[in-house]
């Protein structure tokens, strides 16, 4: 391959790759001895074997082989092709394992997640008690949950710590997918489906349903009738009068909230 030294480390940049990743090798799966495009294609190959017992995922830090798209020449992981000089990645990660020539992503590694991010360095912190880096717009203007990231997307359903979807935090520290947020505001859902706190500001909806009550006539039967509520906004547990449109927290004033005892009469 002839040329200047940085014509050969360019060449055959963004030529090769799959639907994740555009990089100029392949990896060998050493878990099951196969050659795949990268750790995706492998799960996604993986997951659809027809016996459960040999599904399985790839561990990016175990692969220890790579073989060069462009000369099929297998190594050792390196940046560097051994046998034709070209880039195997304009990105490379050696803690990860990982390849990428579409810089444009702003790739970096992140040593407290263990795994490497897309957006920038300069755009992410890293929440030590949530486990996970956030958008730099969530410093100190988020709650707290503890490894709040490493669990699966309680819609979905998928891992969300390594997921390459982009990821919403809720005004209740709980994550899933942003697809998945948007999606599930689209269907008129506005709490969290982790811990049933609202998601949005649902002032003006309260203020209706105080409307709607005051023009609604409860049933003698029912209209003194008193029960102990707890707020899924707030935590609080109060007592109030039942009505049939909703009960009110007295604290927060949500109506987020749900009985935990039967209507009962005033003593």
């Known amino acids: 391959m002839g040329g200047s030294c940085s014509e050969r480390l360019d060449f055959g940049k963004m030529g090769y790759g799959c639907k994740h990743y555009?990089?100029?090798?392949?990896?060998?799966?050493?878990?099951?001895?196969?050659?795949?495009?990268?750790?995706?294609?492998?799960?996604?190959?993986?997951?659809?074997?027809?016996?459960?017992?040999?599904?399985?995922?790839?561990?990016?830090?175990?692969?220890?082989?790579?073989?060069?798209?462009?000369?099929?020449?297998?190594?050792?992981?390196?940046?560097?092709?051994?046998?034709?000089?070209?880039?195997?990645?304009?990105?490379?990660?050696?803690?990860?394992?990982?390849?990428?020539?579409?810089?444009?992503?702003?790739?970096?590694?992140?040593?407290?997640?263990?795994?490497?991010?897309?957006?920038?360095?300069?755009?992410?912190?890293?929440?030590?008690?949530?486990?996970?880096?956030?958008?730099?717009?969530?410093?100190?203007?988020?709650?707290?949950?503890?490894?709040?990231?490493?669990?699966?997307?309680?819609?979905c359903y998928e891992f969300l710590f390594d997921s390459l979807k982009d990821t919403s935090v809720m005004k209740c520290g709980h994550t899933m997918h942003a697809e998945c947020y948007h999606e599930m505001i689209k269907r008129d859902k506005y709490c969290c489906p982790i811990c049933s706190r609202s998601i949005i500001d649902m002032s003006k909806a309260w203020k209706r349903m105080d409307e709607e009550i005051e023009e609604t006539i409860m049933p003698e039967d029912l209209r003194y009738k008193k029960v102990w509520i707890l707020c899924n906004d707030c935590n609080d547990t109060t007592e109030v009068f039942f009505h049939i449109i909703g009960q009110k927290c007295r604290h927060c004033q949500s109506y987020n909230t749900r009985m935990i005892s039967p209507p009962v009469l005033p003593q």
């Open 22 to 155: 555009r990089r100029r090798c392949k990896i060998r799966a050493p878990c099951c001895n196969e050659v795949f495009d990268c750790r995706h294609c492998h799960n996604e190959a993986t997951s659809m074997l027809r016996i459960i017992f040999d599904r399985h995922e790839l561990v990016r830090q175990d692969v220890t082989q790579v073989i060069c798209s462009v000369c099929d020449t297998e190594q050792p992981v390196a940046r560097v092709c051994t046998n034709c000089g070209v880039n195997m990645g304009e990105y490379f990660c050696e803690v990860c394992k990982f390849y990428d020539d579409d810089i444009d992503k702003g790739q970096f590694h992140c040593d407290d997640c263990g795994i490497c991010r897309v957006g920038g360095r300069e755009n992410f912190f890293h929440c030590k008690k949530c486990g996970s880096c956030y958008s730099v717009s969530l410093r100190n203007n988020h709650s707290c949950v503890e490894n709040s990231m490493r669990h699966h997307c309680p819609i």
